[in-house]
């Protein structure tokens, strides 16, 4: 199914897994977000604890609810002859990147909060899964106790939360920028990533491991226990907390002998305990809401 214009659901989930297009999506009511593979240009979610319609569900038994969101950018539909007999393989095969410059995202707003800029911030939350080119720059949560970045492209990203006991980013291979503020965190992989441009700055996470990391422009360890990072050749500044360990190539500049030692970053170093650094910047659709028919509406 092709919706042209906003595809709304409010007051009560539907049936709608052969939804496959849709220019925009609303989704309001208290179960769980689950958005299968499809076309969108933006999704807006309502995430308040008091939603437009009641449907005794989730928020009036104070469960915690599930995000989930698997979606490409409209323009990446590769062929716009949008028919039955000619539907996109979408929920096989993502869209092929290759010579495409200056690719869209399909964002994600928490629209009743009035900020347009994908930032998340409720405690409402239990998990949120991202998945193909879904972007949510910034998630605040206390409630948040799973977080699953499976993306295969994400431009920047920061998760700030004292609840969060799992986080997998098990497909990036390159992203901007990425912050995570978690206390409490006991490990963070992320076995793909080769390169932040950027800032990677991270505090509260027990153990960093990033077996393919080569490349950062800042980074910033501002508290944890231990940092494998075995590859890591380039880093142009550094700011690691003495409380840290940090293995990795003497070419980096930033290995340390044993825990406590300071850093001896490229450009800068210094030892830092700072909790207050936040910078940074997208749940395989599908679920109790999964996108696709019985109650669209648009053009």
């Not at 422009?217 to 142009?236: A, C, D, E, R, W």
């Amino acid at each position: 199914m092709r919706v042209g214009g906003n595809y709304s659901i409010t007051g009560h989930d539907v049936d709608d897994e052969n939804l496959l297009y849709a220019k925009t999506i609303s989704l309001d009511y208290d179960d769980d977000y689950e958005i299968l593979a499809l076309y969108t240009d933006q999704i807006q979610l309502n995430l308040s604890d008091t939603q437009t319609s009641k449907s005794n569900t989730s928020s009036s038994k104070g469960a915690l609810r599930n995000i989930d969101l698997h979606a490409y950018h409209t323009s990446l539909l590769a062929d716009s002859d949008f028919t039955p007999a000619n539907l996109p393989s979408i929920r096989a095969t993502e869209p092929v990147l290759i010579g495409i410059q200056n690719i869209s995202y399909p964002s994600v707003l928490q629209y009743q909060s009035g900020d347009v800029s994908m930032n998340f911030s409720s405690d409402r939350i239990g998990t949120i899964t991202m998945r193909g080119h879904t972007t949510i720059n910034k998630i605040t949560s206390n409630s948040l106790k799973e977080l699953n970045v499976l993306n295969t492209s994400l431009d920047s990203f920061t998760v700030i939360s004292t609840s969060l006991a799992s986080f997998n980013m098990p497909n990036l291979t390159s992203i901007k920028n990425l912050t995570i503020d978690v206390k409490g965190l006991n490990e963070f992989l992320a076995p793909k990533l080769v390169e932040i441009p950027g800032v990677f700055s991270c505090s509260g996470i027990s153990q960093v491991t990033m077996n393919s990391l080569t490349s950062v422009g800042t980074l910033q360890i501002l508290s944890g226990f231990k940092v494998n990072l075995p590859v890591l050749t380039s880093v142009t500044t550094s700011e690691i907390s003495a409380s840290v360990t940090v293995n990795s190539t003497s070419s980096s500049g930033v290995a340390q002998a044993v825990s406590g030692g300071t850093s001896s970053g490229s450009s800068s170093s210094s030892s830092s305990s700072s909790n207050d650094h936040n910078s940074g910047g997208s749940h395989n659709s599908g679920g109790s809401h999964n996108s696709g028919g019985s109650n669209g509406s648009g053009g």
